[in-house]
């Protein structure tokens, strides 16, 4: 029988706080699964733990039997998502807790594949373990967001990253690249790339930016998301940018319409390891939001980073698929009048009404706000 919230003990909570920081530090890693943590416990002490591996295999699960070893045998398996119970390119998680001969299973939710679903906890409990489920389910769910829009949405969790001015600019003129924050927001923002599978910017950024988009933190560099540039006929578009040079190294495409073929064939003739890839524009000529983010979900991308420009910004807000807002904030620079405004015409205070601030935190002279769709 599936526990009930209030079953838990203050032990049972720091356990599965272990194991949702296990899976936090494998966010962007995991490919199209979910990032998991499991951490097993014997008589007080944790024995064997794990996250999802990177590209998404192994699971949590047997990594963390694997180090308990006969150590799991009477245990506590502490897991942030339902253990899988179906066959895909691995064995059942389940499979695995049950041939240990673990004692007892707490997982923080469900898991909404339809091939799981509440069946994990059903084999788990007619196999004789003890189970529980819904322990820290806000916060797991708030980690698995990504994972959880894409098969309950069928789109990626959209994150907005915007760093604006005092007076809510992001550039000091059209076409001009302009640094808005310090080098702690800068440290912030790449380890952030590094915890998403995408991040996408439009043709204006690439102009007048020329941006890597890659994670540049220490020991994190081979957390590089796949790279995504949208451009309805790629007009002006260096065929030299800084992302299709390094194609090879870092996985980047190309999302353009039928008016951007031939510079699209152009670019690859150039760069062969770019991906191109082509969508119907809409009557006004532009691609649609939601059409790029199907095609993402499409490829497994779990969690987007929308990170430029105020155009792209603006198109994704209005699309009313922006999930999370990033606002790296620089409270001691102005830009003035003739600056770029963040969201191209939209008032940056009215978008987030719309939103609850749910974290904050000073980064030297900056400050970074993250809200959450309300």
């Known amino acids: 029988m599936v526990a009930v919230r ?16 296990l899976a936090r530090a494998a966010l ?9 943590g499991c951490v097993i416990v014997r008589d007080g002490q944790v024995v ?24 799991a045998r009477g245990a506590t398996a502490y897991v942030t998502l339902e253990p899988c119970a ?38 788990l409990a007619d196999a004789g373990l003890e189970v529980g489920c819904g322990l820290l389910e806000n916060e797991a769910r708030k980690l698995l967001a990504g994972f959880l829009t894409r098969h309950e949405v069928g789109r990626p969790f959209v994150q907005l990253k915007l ?35 995408a991040i996408l910017v439009g043709a204006g950024t690439l102009r007048s930016d020329d941006p890597m988009l890659t994670c540049r933190l220490p020991g994190l560099e081979d957390r590089s998301p796949l790279r995504v540039v949208v451009s309805r006929a790629l007009a002006g578009v260096p065929q030299d940018a800084r992302l299709f040079g390094t194609a090879h190294e870092v996985p980047t495409v190309v999302f353009t319409t039928p008016a951007g073929r031939q510079r699209a064939l152009a670019l690859k003739q150039r760069h062969a390891a770019l991906g191109i890839v082509p969508l119907a524009a809409d009557a006004a000529g532009d691609i649609p939001v939601m059409a790029v983010l199907e095609k993402l979900a499409e490829m497994k991308i779990n969690r987007l980073m929308v990170e430029g420009g105020a155009v792209m910004a603006r198109a994704f807000i209005a699309a009313g698929v922006v999930d999370e ?50």
């Open 48 to 71: 064997g733990a794990g996250a999802t591996a990177a590209g998404g295999r192994p699971h949590a699960e047997p990594q963390a039997l694997a180090m308990a070893g006969e150590q």
């Open 6 to 21: 209030g079953d838990f003990s203050a032990e049972d909570e720091w356990h599965m706080r272990h194991a949702l920081n």
């Open 163 to 197: 760093a604006v001015s005092a007076d809510g600019m992001i550039a000091a003129a059209p076409g001009q690249a302009t640094a808005i924050t310090g080098e702690p927001a800068l440290r912030r923002a790449h380890l952030m790339r590094a915890q998403v599978d």
């Open 28 to 36: 962007g890693r995991t490919a199209e699964n979910p990032s998991v």
């Open 325 to 374: 807002i990033a606002l790296f904030e620089a409270p001691e620079k102005r830009l003035g009048p003739q600056g770029v405004a963040a969201l191209a015409g939209l008032a940056l205070e009215d978008v987030l009404d719309g939103y609850q601030l749910t974290q904050e935190m000073a980064l030297g002279a900056d400050v970074l706000r993250r809200y959450e769709r309300a």
């Open 86 to 123: 179906h066959h895909g390119q691995t064995p059942p998680c389940t499979d695995a807790l049950i041939a240990a001969e673990v004692r007892r299973v707490v997982a923080a939710m469900c898991d909404p594949d339809p091939r799981v679903n509440g069946g994990g906890l059903k084999l």
